[in-house]
């Protein structure tokens, strides 16, 4: 760091002794951060979310169990034979055996009347259903695996999105520190200013300078003025935005001791914890389940239930005596669907192989991006060591016009344009710092951010 950087970091750091005491520190904020965050809390719902779809295909594994209560009333003969059958309650009277004559040599073709035309019924049944898959070819277990990866993907976004909120928060705060670096150098321009345009005005009492001097030293410090202004609103905006992303008011912050975080991210690093590269990660996993999902209509689906019911002609009467239990299996097994399920495994089997290119060329892709911001923030790096030389250089020949126009050898506008090279030098390096910490956060991100 050249000693003009050095003496303005000096300027910075008294000048916000203030804030360091009682300005919401980086760390504080960050942890304000991930529980106040809108966004952030908005995502952490998608995966809790995600946790109940989950739970909810592991929970098809354990079948289900259900209770029926049915309420009837009839005189239909079937509905009156079954109900007394169900209830365990018919009677020979209920087979028209009133009617059975032996004499009758017609016999056979009595209609019973008991039979035919039964008075009303009531009908009261309870019934407890299971019902269990016991083999669906892996389909189950299949999808319940699919859920989690999706849940994984859920929580990779999650953290995606702090992140990303980790990100713009501290690129806040460094923007913060330029800003303010910047603001302390136009003030000192502005107080040189100041001193020039006194001793300007007693130059023309003493007729030593014109009023034409005078008038171009007020327009330059009226455009100091401006830049100031506008570095000031700038403040206020970045507070604005700081507020926003932690959903509460914040007026003060203690400001990074250095106007650039450093940056130590390995290509290791990002290709280790990229989480673009981790959810493609599960995307395959997922492609090789949905293989596994195809594949299970070629085997036979099992399933098995027990039932327990009772009925009566009232409800709940004699419920012990009148019991009833069925279990039972069902084997189903498809033997042909036109190729549909070949083709659909066909299908799959070649989706996998597409996204395993995607995943290696998503690889690929990271390091390219490594590779091409690592090399700008080495430009960059460069850039701010030549405008810092650049702005001390700039600074020093301001000085030697001001002295040399005190003594007459060059003229006032001479003495404007190098403050305004000066200017200049000041607004460039900010524009040069706040890019290559841009492209520095970039490659923290890039990495899944710092915690």
Known sequence: MTTLSRVFSASLLIGSCHLMASGLSLPAALEILENNNLEIRSANLDTQSASSDTAIAKGYNYGSLDFTETTSRSNDAGNVFGFKLSSREATFGDFGFAQFDNTNPNILSVQPKDLNYPGYQNYFQSKLTYMVPLYTGGKLSAYSDISEKMEKIKKLDAEHMKTEKRYELRKSYYDMALLQNSLDHMKIIYKNISTLEHTTDMMITEGYAKKVDLLEVEARKANVERSITEMEANKKLLYHYISFLLNENVTEIELPKKDYPASAVSESDVLANNTDLQKASQGLEIREKMVDVAYAPFLPQIGAFAEASSADNTFLGDFNDHKAFTV?????????????????????????????????????????????????????????????????????????????????????????????????????LQMVKNQRNERIFALEKLSNGVK
Not at 355 to 361: A, D, Y
Request: aromatic content about 6%; cysteine-free; charged content about 30%.
């Open 328 to 428: 039972g299996a069902k084997l189903s097994w498809n033997l042909f669907n036109g190729g549909v399920d070949k083709n659909s495994l066909e299908k799959a089997r070649i989706e996998k192989l597409k996204t395993v290119t995607q995943v290696e060329l998503a690889k690929k892709g990271i390091a390219l991006q490594y590779d091409k911001i690592r090399t700008e923030i080495e430009s960059l790096n460069s850039q701010v060591t030549s405008l810092e030389k650049e702005l001390e250089l700039s600074d020093q020949i301001y000085k030697n016009y001001e002295g040399r126009y005190h003594e007459h050898l060059v003229s006032m506008s001479d003495v404007i344009i190098k403050q305004s090279q000066q200017i200049e030098k000041v607004l460039n």
